[in-house]
């Protein structure tokens, strides 16, 4: 499996180039490079049923009636008119330029042709491809990825001949195999290149698809064995109240829930790694405070990382005005405090005397030191890459690790996006949560929302006004937020509208939300800077302009900076769009106010690397499996590598399953 592809009869020094722009240097490369799809060119139809396969792929077995005929279109092309027959019928079959056709068939020879039927007139077929006989056992013609320089009939020949030659050892043990229904690696090779049936396919695709997801679980599960350690303290049996009782409402039945599984953690003695998921609204920051005030109360200091400064300084005011009366000495350290502060912030955490610091990135710069950090609670964990958590964790020579998303997802996907962590979900809103109308509406409604938007503003409400673009782009249709800023000031007046995006200075955007949360202004115009986190109560209505070009998971967080306090609130999607996919997304939107039924249809519509983002994907190197199709699989794996692990820790007694998720996890060292 580990030979050279050189070694195959054809691939020299020019051709090893190409394949190397496929990654392929390795037989078993060459074997895993499995066909995007298939051509069923064993579905062989008469001439006479044509019309009953419209737009659909068949083969036709037909002998070339009289001599092709050639003629030139405008622009230079060529057209090519073959007539063909069978003992059903007759038809004109045709291909565009390509001049060598008219001499390759010959009268009164018979050949395969396969290609798409026409969809409308008399039926034929446009540029089909051309068998003189098919290929041997193969109804099910496997079409492959490629790059220039390798045709299909070269790959499919290599392919072929790699299946002869390769050594194919099979690493998951019969047990393995019987107990969970798996061919062979062999004929999994041999059904998946070579078919003779959709159940060949399938049952090739449930091996290969199982024993990837079963080296990815048998890694995280590695990992975690060897991340576990002592913890630098020891939380009492006993939980201090005083944070809880100074809010004036009682913790939901799943806010106490995951708060059990948090202190199981703190006194296990071993440093906790977990995710605390739940939807907006949920009560996830009561949840971060309860547990930071534990574990200052037990003699350790707590950061919270947040990813923007806007997010940074709503937790400081939030956690200063709940902490500080209890004793708890808090500070903010972001990349806009002043120098001299910022200096004497460093040191108070260094001395132990900041007990509870709330930052940005600024926190993991190497000068900022703790004397005794205990636990590191990082919000918005899909904002941060796995190496910013660590680096924070590793300021505390063993500190417990929570980290927070509103986010929701399966469980079986949250355990491959944070693999490292156990899961904790917040699977229901405190009492009083408002409920949000939401609304699906084109741009010929604007002018009714601007008196929509005047009487949310009469009833002393503020309003979000969220576009996707900053300025007007040459390149670009999208609705401007510094446009929709100008024209809402004409109509509600200068004092009354603010805009916040991105590319604003930290202090800049500090000064609007100030102003906005403050009541100063009515309205805020933003870019998706407001998505997560910001809390104003008073806000009763969301406006999300070109709403098409928004994810769901992404609107359903814009919906939930509204519906806070006691204001009926409402969120309204403007969109023109006629694309049937997009139509269909915004209608489950505006049905749906469940995150964790959003967050699967996200998934399903976008994929996997869309909905998570490219930074959380260092290790998900899949060459089958697919993580929005798979989970069931993914279950299975799951349970196999919890067993394997249980028997085997380390798995010195499988060492060719630990060699394959080796090389999955990037040469990673599992001891």
Sequence with gaps: ???????????????????????????????????????????????????????????????????????????????????????????????????????????????????????????????????????????????????????????????????????????????????????????????????????????????????????????????????????????????????????????????????????????????????????????????????????????????????????????????????????VNVALLTASVKPSQKQKIKQQIKDGQIQLVIATHAILQKDVEFSALGLVITDEQHRFGVMQRTVLAKKGSAAHILVMSATPIPRTLAMILWHDLDLSTIDMLPSGRQKIKTYLVDSSYRQRLYSFIERIISERGQVYYVCPAIEEDDDSDLISAKSKQAELADIFGKDNVLLIHGKMKPDQKDKAMHDFASGKAKILVSTTVIEVGINVPSAALMIIDEAERFGLSQLHQLRGRVGRGSLKSYCVLISDTKSSSALERMNFFVKSTDGFEIAKKDLALRGPGNFFGQQQHGLLKMTIADLADDSLVLEQASQCSIRLLNEDPKLERHRPILANVEKLFDSCSFD
């Excluded at 050279?4 to 990654?23: D, M």
């Excluded at 059904?191 to 990815?216: G, N, T, W």
């Excluded at 977990?274 to 350790?300: E, M, N, P």
């Design 1 to 327: 499996m580990n030979e050279r592809i050189t070694k195959l009869p054809g691939i020299g020094p020019a051709r090893q180039q190409y394949f190397e722009k496929l990654g392929i240097t390795t037989t078993e490369q060459l074997l895993r490079l499995y066909p995007r799809r298939y051509e069923d060119i064993g579905n062989i139809v008469e001439i006479s049923d044509l019309s009953i396969y419209r737009n659909q792929k068949v083969t036709v077995y037909a002998r070339v009636s009289s001599a092709a005929v050639q003629k030139r279109l405008n622009g230079g092309r060529t057209l090519t008119s073959v007539p063909v027959s069978d003992s059903s019928g007759a038809i004109n079959l045709y291909f565009f330029n390509n001049r060598f056709i008219k001499n390759s068939l010959h009268t009164d020879k018979t050949y395969y042709f396969y290609g798409k039927v026409s969809s409308k007139g008399v039926p034929t077929v446009y540029n089909p491809q051309i068998y003189r006989q098919l290929p041997e056992n193969a109804r099910f013609l496997p079409v492959y990825p490629l790059t220039d320089g390798i045709t299909q009939n070269f790959m499919r020949k290599t392919v072929t001949e790699a299946l002869k030659t390769a050594d194919l050892f099979d690493p998951l043990t019969p047990g393995i195999r019987q107990k969970y229904g798996l061919c062979s690696l062999s004929e999994a090779f041999f059904k998946i290149h070579s078919p003779l049936s959709q159940q060949d396919i399938s049952v090739s695709r449930h091996r290969l698809i199982f024993e990837e997801l079963l080296y990815f679980s048998l890694g995280l599960g590695l990992m975690k064995k060897r991340e576990k350690k002592q913890a630098f303290i020891v939380i009492p049996k006993k939980i201090p109240t005083e944070f809880a009782d100074a809010h004036d409402f009682c913790p939901t039945p799943a806010q106490t829930r995951v708060l059990e599984e948090i202190y199981k953690d703190l006194q296990s003695g071993y440093c906790m790694h977990r995710l605390l998921q739940g939807d907006v609204g949920s009560g996830k920051t009561f949840v971060a405070g309860q547990c930071a005030y534990t574990v200052i109360r037990a003699g350790a200091q707590v950061a919270i990382m947040a990813p923007t400064e806007v997010l940074a300084n709503q937790h400081y005011e939030y956690f200063k005005k709940m902490m500080q009366p209890l004793g």
